[in-house]
Every structure is written in C-alpha cells, then in structure tokens.
C-alpha cells in the first residue's frame, strides 16, 4: 500500500464521526421518542461491527489483494448510508407506548437494527480493513482509533450547543468527507505530490451531494404524534415564545389557553375563589416531553390559589421560613415560598440551560415578572444533594415538588431511567439539611392504577429514616394525596406534635383532600388483604371475582395500609405480597419508573395490556432477547463456517475466543456501569454516555501505545 499515514488520518477523522454518529442517532430517539433508547443504539452499533468482522472472516483473500479499494468503497458507502439511515428510520412506525397491546412493536425495534445496522456495518468494514493492511502499525492505528473515536464524544457535545438535533447530522457528514478524501489520496511516486483520482473524486462530492440534499430535504425528526408536544402543536392559539437547545435537550415553551397546570390543586379552589388565574401558565417541553409549568406573575387578587396548592401544606407550621428547592421546574414552588413569606428561598438546580431559560430570557421575565431576580430568591446551579451535604442544618424547609414524570404524560408510559432524586441515601441528606424542627417535603404525581410509585417511596421514606437511627419513624410523618392527582408526603426530622398535627388536619380538610397518615391516626377498617389478593388475581387469571372490592377501595386506603406495614417492620411481607416492585431506592438501585418483578415476568406478559405504562422495560427485555439472538447468529457463522480451518490441528483457539468474548463484555460492562453512575452527577445522559465513551476510548489509546513500548517478559 502507499502512503499509508494517510490512512491512519482517514481513519482518525473516521473514527470521530462513526461514535458521534452513535450519539446522533441516541439525541434522534429521544426527541422523536421517549427515550435515548441508548442500549439499543449501543447493540445496533456492535451488530454492525459483528456483522462486518463475520464477513471479513470470508473475504480476507480478497481484501489483501485490493485493499485500497475496499478501503474507499466502504468509507464512500458510508456517507448516504449515514444520512439515509437516520431519515429511514423517521419512517419505522415504532411506538413504545403501544408494545403492551401490539406485538408488532418489537418487529420494528428489530427493523431498527437491521436500518442502523448498514451504516455501522460499513464504519465497522472500513476500520476492520485498515487494522488488517495496517497490522504492522498495530499500536499506533489503535491509538489513533481510539483516540479519534473518544474525541468523537466531545465533537457531537459542542455540536449540540451550536444546532439544532435535526441538523447535527450535517457536520457529521462533513467529518465523513474528510475520512473518505484522506483515503482517496496517492502519493506519485515521481514528483511525491499526492492526488485524487477523477473518479474517486467525482464519486466522493457526489455521495456527499446526495447526502446533503436528502437530509435538507426529508431529515426532520419525526416526533411520535402521541408525544405530550405534538398535542399542544394543535391547540388552534398555540405560540412558540421560545426555542433552545443543547446537551441538555432542545427546549419549546409554547403559550396558550389551553393550559390549566394545576399539580394537586384543590377542587374547592372553583368554589371558593372569587378570580382563579387567568392562562397562568407556559408549557415548557424538553425533547418533546412536558408540559413543565412555567408560572407568570399573578394579580394580587389571584394569588390565593396558592393556598389551594398541596406544598402549602407545611407554611401553616412554619413562620418566615428559609426553604430549600431541590429543583427549578417552571417556578410555581418559588411563587408559592414567596407568597407564605418566606424569609429565603435558595434553589438548587442541575440543568443550567433551564436556570439560564427562566432567568436570563426576556419574554419569560416579562411573564413571570422576573421571578429569579427577587431578591429572597438565590439560584444555584449544581447537584441538590451535595449542597445538602455542605450546608447542613441550615434550612426550615426543603421541598421537592413534581420532579418525577409519572403520570405527567398525556399518554401515560415512561422510560426506565436512572434518578437520584428520591434514593434512601437522598432523603437522608436532604434531612441532614434541615433546622431542629425543619420538614422535608416531597409531592409527586399520582395517577397510577394499580398504585405504585407513592409506595416505593413511603417505602424508602421509612427505610431513610430508620438508616438515620430513627427510633420511631411513625411519629415524623404526615401524608395525603388527591385522588388521580398529586400524593405529598411530609417528614419531619423531630416528632409532629398534637398542635401541628391539628393545624395540618384543618388544612386538608379545608381542601378535602384524603389523609392517609398521621401520627395516632385511628385505624380504617378495610381488606386490605383482599385488595392485595384480588390485583394478583386479575394479573394471574384476567378475572376478577368482584369489582366491588375495588371500587370501594382507594388509592389512600391503599397508602395507609401499606405504611403501616412499614412502620411495623412488615416490609418483607408487603413487597412479596404485591403484584409490584416497591422497594425502596437506593443509589445502587435508583429506578424510580421500574415496578415490574423480575420474578413474575411470566405473568405480567401474559397481561401486556395492563402493564402498557411500564414499557421502559418491555423494550429493554425485548432489546435483549433480540440482541442475543443477533449476536449469537453473528458470533456462530464465522465458527460453524470456518470450523476446520479455526479448530483442527490448532490448540487455544476455543480459549482465544473466550478471552476476547469476555474482554468485551467485561469493557462494555465497566462502561455502561461508569455511564450510569455518571448520571448521578451530571444528571443527563446524553452528557453521561459521551463523557465516558470518550474518556475510555482515549484511555484506551494510549494504554496501546504504552504496551506497545513494553518488551514482553518471557
């Protein structure tokens, strides 16, 4: 071959846009989806890599002969397959929302594979041949692979903050370019001057001419019409008053009538208010997900909705209070700490671009009448929980409102997916935050039948409580909810008295809501064995024998029975009793959104149309299962193909294989393991998954150059 550093550029550059191309597609899913569906991309990714290094098993004669050809034609093949790929797959009908009751869902999570697939498998192609005609550079064609595929992280990062999601793809294809135009280049062996020939030249600007056009012209993201942004799109007086985006996610915030956010809010707020706000909110949507409710300012006369709120709850105990917001969202918590009085209000918050949105954009500050720049009102940027830990005993109030999304989506369903908010070890800290006599507050939605994400929360609650040494936990709690709304939780960090429990009391029976808990709350007389027993029949038969056990049975008679089996030490019992998973969260187990047993997957197949809303993990199950059946197709025909030729007269081939097999899954295992524990600092895992794939990758470059100037002991 000649000029063989060229390669090694080509290969450099490659590298950079084959795992900025993964991330890509990663950005795609969760705008036009639910999810990043990053396992997914992942396996896609290593499928195209197997496929092509099974092929290269069978056509290594050939490509040894002519490898600059096969070099330029699959890194020239690359290019349209890249784009076409990504626009291809707008057009698969897959709809995770629909895969308890349509089947068909999983053919079109395959299909993904097989669109996704071709790309990869000709990124896969060109970097196989270049490490088999480049063999004698081994060490240095490793390191810049790795070092080019890990800077590729860092590249679609800083893209991220520069264009939009739909349009990442053009740089990329850019990238792609260069890799192609550095292998097309010869250097004359008479002058020493390099070329290209017309062809290849003529090949490559048409490619990427193609490219191009087809994604101005056909490579919009093609958001699910069940997502939560696709109905406000059809409100016939929506308005689009702001458009961002980043890492973080692209954000819309749209104005219109037809908000009514009212997270928990009292019935008797109809009635006994005189003027309720008039369009009081924005709707904000991250990647299409939403609404989160911007605030605006109220009229004096409107601001007693507030009273309405359940995170009012607490200001009838506390006077003047400094409070702690372990989140931003749109604001109505900050308006509500300012309406009560508060002496300070810091508020804690990760997304930077959020802070920078309701801070700093003109419009909203001319909405919410430049909420932020009040000021009792001091705004952090960073992770909740370390601030906790560094500014202990600090606060009268800490309060985490609605930072979960169950059942904030019109069309119910949520992605499986790491969240440190609510962990036993959070709650502790967020605890260790507070006065003598402070109170942690925690409202999350409610809407889920069968209950299930209140209740692994009561249950970390205690669990929290009692990793604190607390004696009593069944004295420090106050919980209520409203039916298909809201559920708040109340613990304090000393016994509530009878004065405050009275005061509470008066509050919630002023707003009708349901008390499931209080300290000496005299018992409800209820089955709810019964109950218990009769869900697992419905899941296990698709019968019930009555219906009216289960009308006559609420989700709070549901909340009080179960936490007083907490508080009993009946934990064990209840969580192998309940058709659910409710245990407690934990920083090593953080899925707030995961309910489904392990144990009982049999049943809960069996009734995919009542477990619809868990489809985070039917796709990671059935991302799996078809991961495995394409991995082992893959990893088989090189073996049953090549049997004789691998295995007779040759000893340690078996070991080899089994070496390299766990050498890969070992490596993918430490990086999806650094991934997710990245998450609990970073809060993102676009932000996650790139930090890590670049800082392994590279790591992984330079400990080939460093062995490559070992001497092997022997």
Not at 294 to 318: D, Q, T, V
Not at 484 to 505: C, H, M, P, Q, R
């Amino acid at each position: 071959m000649k000029s063989p550093n060229y390669k090694i550029v080509s290969l450099f550059f490659f590298s950079i846009t084959l795992i900025a191309y993964e991330i890509f597609v990663m950005r795609v899913f969760s705008v036009g989806s639910w999810s990043n569906f990053g396992s997914l991309v992942i396996s896609t990714a290593l499928l195209g890599f197997g496929i092509a290094g099974t092929l290269l098993t069978f056509i290594i004669t050939r490509v040894t002969k002519n490898p600059n050809s096969w070099m330029n034609v699959s890194v020239l093949l690359f290019i349209p397959t890249m784009a076409l790929g990504y626009i291809l797959s707008q057009y698969v009908p897959f709809n995770p929302v629909f895969i308890g009751s349509d089947p068909r869902q999983f053919l079109w999570v395959a299909l993904y594979y097989v669109i996704y697939g071709v790309p990869f498998f000709f990124g896969a192609l060109f970097i196989g041949i270049a490490f088999i005609v480049l063999s004698n550079r081994i060490h240095r064609l490793y390191f810049w692979n790795m070092t080019g595929s890990g800077l590729g992280g860092i590249v679609i990062l800083l893209l991220m903050y520069l264009l939009p999601p739909a349009r990442l793809i053009i740089p990329l294809i850019f990238l792609a370019f260069l890799a192609a135009f550095f292998c097309s280049l010869r250097k004359n062996p008479d002058t020493g001057r390099s070329f290209i020939t017309w062809p290849q030249t003529v090949s490559l600007i048409a490619l990427t001419l193609v490219a191009l056009a087809a994604v101005f012209i056909a490579g919009n993201i093609r958001i699910s019409e069940y997502k939560a942004i696709s109905y406000v799109q059809k409100y016939p007086d929506a308005k689009l008053v702001h458009h961002s985006f980043s890492p973080a996610g692209e954000l819309h915030v749209y104005a219109s009538s037809y908000f009514h956010f009212a997270p928990g809010l009292s019935d008797n707020a109809i009635v006994d208010i005189d003027e309720m706000p008039r369009q009081a909110f924005w709707g904000l949507y991250v990647d299409g997900n939403g609404p989160i409710g911007i605030m605006g300012k109220l009229m004096p006369e409107e601001e007693k909705y507030f009273n309405y709120l359940p995170m009012s709850a607490p200001y009838g105990l506390l006077k003047e209070p400094n409070i702690l917001l372990v989140n931003l969202g749109g604001g109505i918590s900050a308006q509500v700490g300012l309406h009560h009085q508060a002496k300070s209000i810091t508020i804690v918050e990760q997304d930077p671009e959020l802070v920078s949105l309701i801070r700093d954009d003109p419009v909203i500050n001319k909405f919410n009448a430049s909420l932020l720049q009040d000021p009792k009102i001091n705004t952090i940027v960073g992770e909740p929980r370390a601030y906790c830990v560094r500014h202990g005993n600090r606060f009268d109030l800490v309060e985490i409102s609605l930072v979960d999304s169950i059942g904030l989506s019109q069309t119910g369903g949520y992605a499986i997916s790491e969240d440190y908010t609510y962990t036993r070890e959070a709650i502790s800290e967020y605890m260790g935050s507070l006065r003598k006599g402070g109170i942690l507050s925690i409202t999350v939605w409610n809407r889920l039948n069968p209950p299930r994400n209140v209740l692994k929360l009561l249950s970390t609650v205690v669990e929290s409580l009692r990793m604190q040494g607390v004696e009593n936990p069944r004295n420090r709690i106050f919980a209520f909810d409203l039916f298909l709304s809201t559920a708040t939780i109340l613990v304090k960090n000393s016994d509530f008295t009878e004065e405050e429990i009275g005061k509470l009391k008066s509050f919630t029976d002023r707003m009708s809501f349901d008390v499931f808990y209080y300290p000496g709350m005299p018992e409800r007389q209820k089955d709810f064995a019964g109950i218990i027993n009769q869900y697992r029949e419905y899941f296990e038969t698709n019968a019930l024998a009555s219906a009216a056990p289960l009308s006559d049975f609420s989700s709070s008679d549901i909340y009080y029975y179960a936490l007083n089996m907490l508080l009993q030490n009946k934990d064990k019992i209840l969580f192998d009793e309940y058709i659910f998973d409710i245990k407690p969260m934990a920083d090593v187990r953080p899925y707030y959104s995961a309910y489904l047993k392990s144990g009982k997957l049999g049943m809960y197949l069996d009734q995919l149309q009542d477990v619809s809303e868990e489809w985070g993990y039917l796709v990671l199950l059935g991302i799996l299962v078809e991961s495995i059946v394409f991995g082992l197709i893959i990893i088989l025909m090189p073996v049953i193909g090549r049997w004789k030729e691998l295995f007779s007269g040759r000893k340690g081939t078996l070991g080899i294989i089994v070496y390299f097999a766990c050498l890969g899954l070992g490596y993918m295992l430490i990086e999806i393991f650094l991934i997710q524990k990245l998450v609990f600092f970073l809060s993102n895992p676009i932000f996650s998954a790139s930090i890590v794939i670049t800082f392994m990758l590279i790591i992984s470059g330079f400990g080939s150059i460093v062995s490559s100037r070992m001497k092997t002991k022997r």
